[in-house]
């Protein structure tokens, strides 16, 4: 059964890596999509840290919000 409604965090596109200066970097498929700091930061890695992998990608699903609304640029086709 899918994590999510569209099977898409089936694949885990998202990822995160906290730096030891607070600072914690979410990813989407290898790509930096968001930088959270100070406190922000904090909560959000002690809620990363407790969570299974499905609540993980969920979490980083929600937080990173609609990131891809309209901003992304299409491939040129060649």
Do not use: C, W
């Amino acid at each position: 059964m899918p994590i999510d409604q569209h099977g898409a965090l089936q694949e885990q596109p998202f990822s995160y890596k906290a730096h030891s200066d607070g600072k914690l970097f979410v990813y989407y498929h290898g790509k930096h999509v968001r930088t959270y700091a100070g406190k922000e930061a904090e909560k959000l890695g002690k809620q990363l840290a407790a969570a299974t992998p499905e609540e993980e990608q969920l979490l980083l699903a929600r937080i990173t919000g609609n990131f891809k609304r309209g901003n992304e640029r299409k491939k040129s086709r060649s």
